[in-house]
Structures are given as C-alpha cells and as structure tokens.
C-alpha cells in the first residue's frame, strides 16, 4: 500500500473511492478531476429491476418472470443467476431479494434515499451511525501501533481501523419532506407533513 503526494486533497472519508462511471483510461494524477461520461439518468438495469419488482408486487407469488429479469440484470456483467432459495418463492421473501439487488446493482446512483422511504424500511436500515475508516490517520495514531511510522503495516493498521463518520437518526416524520412555510401561507387549507 502506497500513499500518495502529501499535498494530495482528501477525497473521501470513508476510506473508499468509487469507480463506477470512471472510465477506465481516467489517470488521476494528470486530470483534474473532470470526466467525460455523462451521469445517466435510466439505465437498463433500473428498468429490469423496476420491473422485476413491480411483478413480484402484482402477483400472489412471484413467477418465472421476477427471476428473468433479476437474472437479465445479472448476466449483462457474467454474474451467475439469481441463487433460488425456499424464502424467494414468497411474495416477501422475493421483495428482500429484489430489494438488496438494488441497493447492490444501483449503489451511487441517487437511489438508495428514494427506495427505503418507498418500502417504508428507512427508519430500520437508515437509523445507526454511519461507519467508515480512517482515511488520514494522524502520527499519533500510527505511533499507537506499535509498528515503525514510516512502514506500510502502520499504515494498514490504522486505515483499517472503523470510525463513526456520523450519528444518523431516522423518525417516522421523516418518510415526508416538510412543507414550505411560503406553500402553506399562500393557502391556508394546507397542513403541515406530520411531525414537522
């Protein structure tokens, strides 16, 4: 493991970076930071899911169709189908699927927020703290190692090491935006989203 330039800017807090959308003769060290692929707005994969889900959610149980498209999804990257377990046979049990093939298939998409406020499960999944690792350990930290400063163990030692990036809290009130006081004021037939 190497470490780049001091100067370098801290680009991210969890330790991680994404790769998605980069293309793949992207070189950090000579662009600034700019890309030329356009963020897309539907992908074929979206569609698929979005179908896949709202069959599972028509039918009494989902049916080969629910599969075909998850499966459809999957093989556009070589991954193998869908593994069939006894719960997937259920309405419920495929909704957990379908829903974790989401949350996989569409990571840094703008997605997530919208799909736990929609299956109402946000306050579950949304209400912990926020982990990450320790992206920039300080000398102090890599001298609490135990191991030499300058050696690349320290460094693996402490960048593993798991911190709160942030103390989120999800309530029921927050499954609606508030309403604007200016929307409100302009009609007073208008109430206020519960909670706010």
């Known amino acids: ?50 179908y896949a889900e709202a069959m599972n959610e028509y039918l009494d149980a989902p049916d080969q169709s629910v599969y075909q498209y998850i499966n459809m999804v999957r093989a556009r990257v070589s991954m193998p189908g869908l593994p069939i377990l006894p719960d997937d046979n259920t309405k419920a049990g495929m909704r957990k699927r379908i829903q974790n093939e989401r949350r996989v298939e569409l990571a840094f998409e703008s997605h997530r927020f919208w799909d736990v406020r929609r299956w109402l499960i946000a306050k579950t999944v949304d209400n912990a703290p926020a982990l990450g690792l320790n992206a920039r350990p300080s000398a102090a930290e890599l001298q609490a190692t135990g191991l030499n400063v300058g050696s690349e163990a320290a460094g693996v030692a402490v960048f593993y090491k798991t911190v709160t990036l942030q103390n989120r809290v999800f309530t ?18 208008l109430i206020q989203n519960y909670g706010w």
């Open 1 to 50: 493991m190497t470490a780049g330039p001091p100067e370098s800017p801290v680009l991210t807090h969890g330790g991680y970076n994404v790769r998605k959308f980069l293309s793949p003769t992207y070189d950090r060290n000579a662009n600034s930071g700019t890309g030329t692929r356009n963020f897309p707005i539907f992908r074929l994969a979206e569609i698929y899911l979005n």
């Open 172 to 189: 029921d009130k927050h499954y609606l935006m508030p309403i604007p006081q200016t929307e409100i004021d302009k009609d007073p037939n």
